[in-house]
């Protein structure tokens, strides 16, 4: 005979709304932050795998066999690429392996944000910001971007209201090499701009440089950990993005006050051995070719993108060509509501960001969306656009006309 | 110019206190649940993981390429042998595979578990059992046991008590299969009892399989899942310690609006995919001969401690002998204090766990530790225990005499 229980009445308070079941990917998957599978460099990390295993699985036997900051030659392969590409001097011990940047994400609101806590974040931002922030009942004061991300002057304001309030923020949050999602780089002396600011009022900075390897051109700024004489910095970045996001291998780059209180935060028994082991196997000798080959293959779709958005959209889409990262953020005329088109798209198996999920407050971003480009093929940025354009128009008006219209 | 900033000034409220910088693993390492590497099936798992990774690292470049609940192919595999060994009837569906069975605690507590909430839990228990509940807040009554595990008649006391009380306790939280720290395996009558009671007082179970594939002799009661024609029930499991810990594998079982609220719960964008897919590779053909190996392999390292307890500790020592798992629950008489035994114990190499530790209330099992034997080898385990009992004897005067004492 069967019997019933409902979960829902026993659960804490506050929970997120229950999953809908999993009903496979869209046709034209323009969200997700995946990486492009064309690029994976499937038989070298593969060897690298092997190798690692043959020499070194007996290891696996243990939790944190090199300790619990992550597996040591991983730390030692991070240390040098940070000091190469974004001048950050560290040593092995000053880096924590994470479970992808979002655990480190999780762990530095853990450290620094209690609930009615205070924290200030670009306007404009990773739409699983705003939904960490608002779980652990913390407050996010938003600060507006142009073409060099975070306006300095804005930020200097508001830090100077917030404590005319008696507020005092715990963090400055910035994703300051290919932003996210607006795709800009903010120029050296606005880094130091911002270091200036965040150490006159006591606020710690919380750099998230997990795009930073797809700069178009390789050629970034120093990351603002490592323009900083003053201490309160913490740097995270992943491997998401310049090898393979279901690797799920991340990191934290911090002095050991606050490296020491995340550890003891970080209760998971350690992130997993194997990719860890296979990324320092791999990234030895292939990282910097690897990621010069991705970085040309990201501009190709980049470029497809925009040309797709040219022809079907024509003046109708507003936006910046990406000069680095997996994503564009395209303004749409009045009267283009993109949560609307977001729903409707749905039904015709096109996925995209509406900019709403993607905006400090309701109300905000209501005619940008973001598009993921990494991912799809080609022919299916091309077909989807051109689809999404036929959606916008049915439901719109906008674009007025299709195809053939130069810009 | 070097400046300073203390991160202890801008942390968030009641954090636990900082990590000490790791040193390396002690000599006589019998702490941390870890595996016996000469049971690790090093080269199946290689040739499993290479084998994938030829066939489908493509799919590395997507967040959960099969979907939110993990790899497919594992989940079906967790089917057949939750069906095969532990009696469960269930789906894919039903399955979400965590990073590691922390993570399946840490989603229970976070869908069941507001502050102030209060759990049932057995008073000796897994010491991260407690530190996670009150870092959450969460209020634990504990239910004694006996050599079967959690006594029914106890926790029928212990839920008409809470109700009379109006306390709603949030779950019943057992490890039935070889208990951590006790090693006894809950018999299907009090199995049956427990149901009878959850459903009585609608207070859900939240059963811990993770070492049920250690039974030495193979044969094990039913899950109480698969008891239980009422879905108030979530289960969970662990590969680390059938397979390897470091592979930070674990899986949830739960009916779909537990489901539901679980997956919303679980941000991390994914477990890791090579972990997943290497598992299921080399499970389907191989996890029951490893099994089958690895608790002879235990088996034998079981004896060698009780052996050595025997011989250097004498009827110093009280335990029962374990019949399954990878710790022993030792008793020593007055005036040991197993916390003081603890801190002697590390100045000379010897990691074990003092039994306040994995106990609900201070003051607790202050003469019991925990010792861990699948990890060390024999030999270690010899030269372990007689430098344990030099230093007990040492501190406390017991044991009296050490070698050549015969029980």
Known sequence: MSKAFDFAT???????????????????????????????PVADLTEAVTAVMKREARSLAM????????????????????????????TADDVLITSGSLQGMDLVNSLLVGPGDTVIVEEDNYGGTFTKLARIKGKCVGVPLDRDGMRMDALAATLADLKSKGIKPKYIYTIPTVH??????????????MIRLAEAYG??????DCYSDLVFSGERPPAIYA????PGVIHIGSFSKSIAPALRIGF????????????????????????QMALAEFCEKNFDTHVGKLRTALKAKADAMVAALEEHFGTAAEFERPTGGIFIWVKLPEPVDTTKLFQVAAKHGIALNPGPEWSIADGRNKRQMRLCFAYPSKDVIRN??????????????????IANVKR
């Not at 996210?180 to 701009?193: A, C, F, H, K």
């Not at 606020?203 to 998230?208: A, G, K, L, Q």
């Not at 911090?254 to 209760?267: E, F, N, Q, V």
């Open 10 to 40: 026993v659960t804490a308070p506050d929970l997120p709304p229950p999953a809908v079941k999993f009903g496979g990917y869209p046709k034209f998957n323009f969200v997700g932050g995946h990486n492009d599978p064309d690029s994976l």
């Open 203 to 208: 606020v710690p900075i919380f750099e998230d």
């Open 63 to 90: 939790y944190n066999s090199t300790g619990p900051q992550g597996y040591l030659p991983l730390r030692q392969f991070l240390v040098k690429k940070l000091k190469a590409d974004a001048g950050i001097a560290c």
């Open 384 to 401: 989807g656009v051109a689809a999404l354009a036929e959606v916008c128009r049915t439901e719109f008006g906008i674009p007025e006309r």
């Open 252 to 275: 934290v780059v911090a002095p050991w006050d606050a490296m020491s209180r995340i550890l003891a935060l970080k209760g998971d028994a350690g992130t997993p051995a194997i990719e």
């Open 227 to 230: 323009l900083s004489d003053w």
């Open 180 to 193: 996210n999602p607006t795709g800009t780089v903010m120029p050296v002396e606005r880094r130091r701009e």
